[in-house]
């Protein structure tokens, strides 16, 4: 975060404490909406966040910002619609602009199989509450007058799945409205403090290392992106959880003219345009796990190949930017929210190329159990043991481009 901004915002800095009812490790999305939804719904305040970089350094801060719930499985759906109600009143409940905007999505698919997959996908999206319709390729044209039917000869559009209520919003707005309605609330935010291990008591932890000293806590939520194998090592905690880099570009600014969101999970990419006018395209992780936030040029040849099929138009423009994230992809592409086993820590991980839409819903409910002791409905199904009960969540379509 850079001083100009910081003056925008009312973010209140607090000297660290000793100790403290709750510690949250990591400054990115689901660790600062949990510190809110603590402090809003529930009246704890007593609340540490503790990041080693600056807040929204991590994913929250480099995602290409699609917020959707057009998801495979039934308790996915709910979950993510659930998030995706919360993030359309977000402005107005913490008065900050974060620059939501509803523009619908459009998954495209060139074979009979997607066909058949997208209209499963709308009947189970209808059934679990949220909107998503088929389409012909002259309605997907009419929505996206650009899109080249035939995919420059060489992927033909048989028909897509339109989720009416998909939306972008600005990332790192988001992780500023929740750490600045945390802040006002007494929440501290300790930015360039590494975690470097777990404060034990026999089997219990009971509070975090940092470079710069111990904190006690009464719960320690983990909520470190791609790190989180690092710190559930500290617990002696194995998790199915496996860091891979994302990768993404933007090209330079081009007149307002892309309505909707563009998919496609048969050529492993998306497009949206940013409120710059930046065309913003991403595709599927690297196949390699790895902690690099390397961008290679392999990804850029690829992507912007298959998105000019589909777009020509495309090819009139420069690639402006592209970077990398690292990103805990599990082994059923599902979140992991909830007890850990170990006494003293939870966790909130698992949430891939995908966690961006799911902040508002996961801080909340993650605060929820934290306070209450129960865990919501909604995440129930999303806890660690479903691995050892054989209750994976397979759905390799959270990741948008599957
Ligand atoms: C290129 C890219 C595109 C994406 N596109 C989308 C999208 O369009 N839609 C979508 O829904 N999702 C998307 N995602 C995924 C989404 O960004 C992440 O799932 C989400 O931001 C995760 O939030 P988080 O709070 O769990 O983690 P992060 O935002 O990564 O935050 C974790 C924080 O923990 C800190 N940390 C790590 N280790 C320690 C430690 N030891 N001590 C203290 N702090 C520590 C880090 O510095 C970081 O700030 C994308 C990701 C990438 C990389």
């Avoid at 496996?242 to 050529?267: K, W």
């Avoid at 290679?296 to 020509?312: A, D, I, Y």
């Avoid at 599990?330 to 992991?336: G, L, M, R, T």
Wanted: aromatic share 8%; net charge negative; glycine share 10%.
């Amino acid at each position: 975060m850079n001083e100009f901004v910081e003056t925008l915002l009312d973010l209140q800095w607090h000297e660290p404490k000793s100790t403290y009812d709750v510690v949250i490790i990591g400054g990115g999305g689901h660790g600062l909406a949990t510190a809110y939804y603590l402090a809003t719904r529930h009246g704890i305040t007593n609340v540490a966040v503790v990041e080693a970089n600056y807040i929204g350094s991590g994913n929250s801060g480099r995602n290409t910002t699609i917020i959707r719930a057009n998801y495979g499985i039934p308790e996915s759906v709910r979950f993510y619609q659930h998030s995706l109600d919360l993030y359309s009143t977000l402005e107005e409940e913490t008065g900050c602009w974060i620059m939501h905007a509803t523009k619908g999505l459009l998954w495209l698919a060139h074979t009979e199989t997607a066909m058949r997959s997208e209209r499963a996908r709308c009947l189970l999206n209808t059934a679990c509450g949220a909107e998503t319709v088929m389409v012909d390729p002259q309605a997907a044209k009419a929505i996206c007058p650009q899109l080249d039917l035939s995919g420059g000869g060489r992927y033909p559009v048989l028909g897509a799945s339109h989720h009416v209520g998909a939306a972008t919003a600005r990332h790192d707005r988001v992780v500023w409205a929740y750490a600045q309605g945390a802040m006002r609330m007494g929440v501290h935010v300790l930015q360039n403090t590494q975690v470097t291990g777990l404060l034990r008591d026999g089997e219990r932890v009971t509070g975090v290392q940092t470079a710069n000293g111990n904190i006690s806590a009464g719960v320690v939520l983990s909520a470190v992106g791609g790190n989180v194998t690092t710190i559930a090592n500290h617990a002696e905690l194995r998790l199915p959880v496996r860091t891979h880099p994302l990768q993404a570009f933007v090209t330079n600014g081009y007149a307002q003219s892309l309505g909707p969101i563009i998919s496609d999970t048969e050529l492993f990419c998306y497009v949206s345009q940013t409120a710059r006018g930046q065309m913003l395209i991403g595709a599927e992780f690297d196949p390699q796990p790895s902690y690099s936030t390397q961008s290679s040029f392999n990804f850029l040849q690829s992507c912007t190949s298959k998105v000019t099929h589909l777009l020509p138009f495309l090819k009139n423009l420069r690639i402006l930017r592209q970077w990398t994230g690292i990103c805990d992809v599990s082994a059923d592409f599902s979140p992991i929210i909830g007890h850990t086993g170990v006494d003293g820590l939870l966790i909130t991980t698992g949430w891939g190329t995908w966690g961006f839409k799911a902040i508002p819903a996961g801080g909340s409910l993650m605060a929820e159990l934290i306070a209450t002791g129960k865990t919501p409905p909604l995440l129930e199904p999303f806890g660690l043991d479903r691995f050892a009960s054989d209750q994976a969540l397979a759905d390799q379509g959270s990741t948008g481009t599957r």
